[in-house]
């Protein structure tokens, strides 16, 4: 029960963190640029006040696995910023979270770990219930480049959640992540110009990134070593759902039938997942 309620509490944060991103950069006119500096930069300050504030251990910086975590956080960060340019918000998550659940359960398999066939069905039924959520209507055509870039950033998220299954300290390895990654992510600001700022924009970067990114990913690394590969996968896919719910409660979106239904869907799938098999 507290691994659920954990997981529960990590979903929603990955959830906030789009509903931020779209109230940041659509609402406040932040650009996306701009809200991935900032976010970065925030998130490494608090979790690394954290790792002070506890007094042992350190973040260990120069060591393998740490560069390899900040080079896919900065890729998810940097990528998941700019396909919002051109991909409206439902279809950008439909292509993160589908190519993050082709990814790991590749990696599943490459690894030998036996998945079930409970396991096999309640991705797809969950899967189904994401592609009736969010795949738009009337034919629209998806632009090409910002898809690519939100499926780069899907294979960096599944590497970084796959990095993390074997972390012993969740706060300290998310906090030398985070340090890592803002300089890579500055590094663009040489190649491509941040843009405009606003006082409303840099506020809800900052919170996504000491709050829903920062502690939510530290947060994550602490739930992995006790996930199965497939089970972290297919629990991502409650993330979608609850980032619509949470635009009908908090931004007025509306509710619809095609909502309802694809909400029973995937969690249905994950409640099927997630079932003990024989």
Same mark, same amino acid.
């Not at 979903?11 to 701009?34: E, Q």
């Not at 500096?37 to 790792?51: Q, Y």
């Not at 803002?182 to 409303?200: E, N, Q, R």
């Not at 619809?256 to 869907?265: C, F, S, W």
């Given at each position: 029960?507290?691994?659920?309620?954990?997981?529960?509490?990590?979903?929603?944060?990955?959830?906030?963190?789009?509903?931020?991103?779209?109230?940041?950069?659509?609402?406040?006119?932040?650009?996306p640029?701009?809200? %991935?500096? @900032? =976010?970065? !930069?925030?998130?490494? &300050?608090?979790?690394?006040? #954290?790792v *002070? +504030?506890?007094?042992?251990? $350190?973040?260990?910086?120069?060591?393998?696995?740490?560069?390899?975590?900040?080079?896919?956080?900065?890729?998810?960060?940097?990528?998941?910023?700019?396909?919002?340019?051109?991909?409206?918000?439902?279809?950008?998550?439909?292509?993160?979270?589908?190519?993050?659940?082709?990814?790991?359960?590749?990696?599943?398999?490459?690894?030998?770990?036996r998945? %079930?066939? @409970? =396991?096999? !069905?309640?991705?797809? &039924?969950?899967?189904?219930? #994401?592609? *009736? +959520?969010?795949?738009?209507g $009337?034919?629209?055509?998806?632009?090409?480049?910002?898809?690519?870039?939100?499926?780069?950033?899907?294979?960096?998220?599944?590497?970084?959640?796959?990095?993390?299954?074997?972390?012993?300290?969740?706060?300290?390895a998310?906090?030398?992540?985070?340090?890592?990654?803002?300089?890579?992510?500055?590094?663009?600001?040489?190649?491509?110009?941040?843009?405009?700022?606003?006082?409303?924009?840099?506020?809800?970067?900052?919170?996504?990134?000491?709050?829903?990114?920062?502690?939510?990913?530290?947060?994550?690394?602490?739930?992995?070593?006790?996930?199965?590969?497939?089970?972290?996968?297919v629990?991502?896919?409650?993330?979608?759902?609850?980032?619509?719910?949470?635009?009908?409660?908090?931004?007025?979106?509306?509710?619809?039938?095609?909502?309802?239904?694809?909400?029973?869907?995937?969690?249905?799938?994950?409640?099927?997942?997630?079932?003990?098999?024989?």
């Amino acid at each position: 029960m507290k691994l659920f309620i954990l997981v529960t509490l990590t979903m929603v944060a990955f959830a906030a963190n789009s509903i931020l991103n779209r109230v940041g950069v659509a609402t406040y006119g932040m650009d996306p640029m701009g809200f %991935a500096v @900032i =976010r970065t !930069l925030a998130g490494a &300050v608090t979790l690394t006040i #954290l790792v *002070v +504030l506890r007094g042992t251990g $350190g973040m260990a910086l120069w060591n393998r696995k740490r560069g390899a975590g900040a080079v896919a956080l900065a890729i998810y960060m940097i990528g998941f910023s700019w396909s919002y340019l051109t991909l409206g918000a439902g279809l950008g998550a439909l292509i993160l979270f589908g190519v993050l659940q082709v990814v790991m359960f590749g990696w599943a398999v490459i690894e030998g770990q036996r998945i %079930a066939p @409970i =396991r096999w !069905l309640g991705a797809g &039924v969950a899967m189904i219930g #994401l592609v *009736v +959520l969010l795949w738009p209507g $009337g034919g629209a055509a998806v632009p090409f480049a910002g898809a690519m870039v939100m499926a780069l950033a899907g294979v960096a998220w599944a590497a970084y959640t796959l990095l993390g299954r074997g972390e012993p300290d969740a706060l300290a390895a998310s906090a030398g992540n985070f340090v890592l990654c803002f300089p890579l992510v500055v590094g663009l600001l040489a190649i491509v110009d941040m843009g405009s700022l606003t006082m409303s924009g840099v506020l809800v970067a900052v919170t996504a990134g000491a709050l829903t990114s920062g502690l939510g990913y530290a947060l994550w690394y602490r739930c992995l070593p006790q996930l199965a590969t497939v089970t972290a996968a297919v629990a991502q896919l409650s993330v979608p759902v609850i980032a619509v719910a949470a635009g009908v409660f908090l931004l007025a979106e509306p509710v619809t039938q095609r909502l309802l239904i694809a909400g029973i869907l995937v969690l249905g799938g994950i409640a099927i997942s997630l079932k003990p098999s024989r």
